[in-house]
């Protein structure tokens, strides 16, 4: 089985502060990983992708995320917070070493950049 | 990336009566899922529709609630079938284009309330 836990049901930045959105994974082969925000109202959008290669990877708007196999963890980053930023953010995974293409889903972390 | 209509946006519904969601893609898919975001919470798959093939559904949803349709590589439909409260979530349709290493695409939801 594979799952997805997000510890933090909301992160408190504010504007111009480097933000972090914790995401640990569980699968019983290797990982491909996921970020995806949604804003009010809006559908998901697609941030960046963890396939295989190096551990860092970037995405879209200057987010970031680094994958850590020993920890099992595929943390969000930004080196400085937008209000804009200000949504909510959804780490999800998909072994690769199974048959099932479905994602699986964390609970969900709703980031709030004050100005 | 693929591009995903999804129809209707949102809709108010009566208790008892159905549902037809349908995702339109700009592409040809081999897979296509359903999802349920219920308020504040995560995205739990439904089912997952392949063409030609009767769709496979995860524990705790069955086909006579949620049919779904997958009659070409582009096309699916999801009915939520005798409407309760209790359906009313966001629907999403997601796709995986090519091998499925892109980030997988949504489609922008169907915002159901059941009254």
């Known amino acids: 089985a594979q799952s997805v836990a997000q510890p933090e049901d909301q992160v408190n930045v504010a504007e111009g502060n480097p933000l972090t959105v914790k995401c640990t994974y569980s699968v019983s082969g290797n990982p491909y990983l996921f970020w995806y925000v949604q804003y009010p109202n809006r559908g998901l959008q697609f941030l960046l992708k963890y396939i295989t290669g190096d551990n860092l990877v970037k995405g879209s708007y200057g987010f970031e995320a680094e994958f850590n196999k020993s920890q099992t963890s595929f943390h969000l980053k930004k080196p400085s917070a937008l209000v804009s930023d200000s949504a909510l953010y959804f780490c999800?995974?998909?072994?690769?070493?199974?048959?099932?293409?479905?994602?699986?889903f964390g609970s969900g972390t709703r980031l709030q950049v004050q100005p | 990336s693929a591009v995903i209509s999804q129809k209707p946006s949102r809709d108010i519904c009566q208790r008892g009566t159905s549902l037809t969601i349908q995702c339109q893609v700009d592409?040809?898919?081999?897979?296509m899922f359903w999802y349920r975001q219920q308020p504040g919470q995560s995205l739990t798959l439904i089912a997952t529709a392949n063409q030609g093939s009767e769709a496979t559904y995860e524990s705790g949803f069955v086909i006579d609630k949620f049919p779904i349709s997958r009659p070409n590589l582009t096309f699916s439909t999801l009915t939520v079938s005798n409407m309760s409260p209790e359906d009313s979530s966001i629907y999403l349709c997601s796709v995986v284009p090519g091998q499925g290493m892109e980030g997988y695409t949504f489609g922008s939801g169907t915002r159901l309330t059941v009254v």
């Open positions: 592409s040809q898919v081999t897979m």
């Open positions: 999800a995974v998909r072994d690769r070493d199974t048959g099932r293409r479905a994602l699986t």
